[in-house]
């Protein structure tokens, strides 16, 4: 690694709800920089939410990020003439990124409604353990249980 290690920035939190965390993903969905798109899609989609559960969307967010976020992951490592996979412990930041971009891709992958049914439509899924993302989730547990007996070439 060259040089210094760049800042880590504050993003302020979004207006509506007053939380960093629906901010971060405000620009994750984000575009082109068209911030106001993003947020009328989270917004339109936190209000659907609010409309069929009768409960707080940010409550219903943060159960389907959890339960959407990887605890390990693999990396490959190059180790003498071979790569291994090797399964490594995910940072609390790197989660939720994770989380919240399996969210939105299988919200995109899905076709017929607009982005902000789509979306309301994966984060409810994901927090009754249900989904795409969670399936993905799943399925990046199994490959690190799968390549457990590489674990001590992480380092």
């Given at each position: 690694?060259?040089?210094?290690?760049?800042?880590?920035?504050?993003?302020?939190?979004?207006?509506?709800?007053?939380?960093?965390?629906i901010s971060?993903?405000?620009?994750?969905?984000?575009?082109?920089?068209?911030?106001?798109?993003?947020?009328?899609?989270?917004?339109?989609?936190?209000?659907?939410?609010?409309?069929?559960?009768?409960?707080?969307?940010?409550?219903?967010?943060?159960?389907?990020?959890?339960?959407?976020?990887?605890?390990?992951?693999?990396?490959?490592?190059?180790?003498?003439?071979?790569?291994?996979?090797?399964?490594?412990?995910?940072?609390?930041?790197?989660?939720?990124?994770?989380?919240?971009?399996w969210i939105?891709?299988?919200?995109?992958?899905?076709?017929?409604?607009?982005?902000?049914?789509?979306?309301?439509?994966?984060?409810?899924?994901?927090?009754?353990?249900?989904?795409?993302?969670?399936?993905?989730?799943?399925?990046?547990?199994?490959?690190?249980?799968?390549?457990?007996?590489?674990?001590?070439?992480?380092?």
């Amino acid at each position: 690694m060259r040089g210094k290690q760049a800042p880590k920035r504050d993003i302020p939190a979004d207006l509506k709800y007053n939380d960093e965390s629906i901010s971060k993903l405000i620009n994750y969905i984000m575009k082109g920089g068209k911030k106001t798109v993003a947020e009328n899609i989270v917004y339109g989609a936190f209000e659907i939410i609010k409309n069929k559960t009768k409960q707080d969307p940010r409550h219903i967010f943060n159960k389907a990020i959890k339960k959407a976020s990887p605890l390990v992951e693999v990396r490959g490592k190059r180790v003498g003439g071979a790569n291994y996979q090797v399964p490594f412990q995910v940072r609390g930041d790197r989660r939720y990124y994770l989380g919240c971009k399996w969210i939105i891709e299988a919200a995109k992958a899905k076709k017929g409604k607009d982005m902000a049914e789509r979306l309301a439509i994966e984060i409810l899924d994901a927090s009754q353990g249900e989904g795409n993302a969670v399936k993905k989730r799943e399925n990046v547990h199994k490959m690190a249980e799968s390549n457990k007996a590489f674990a001590h070439f992480a380092r």
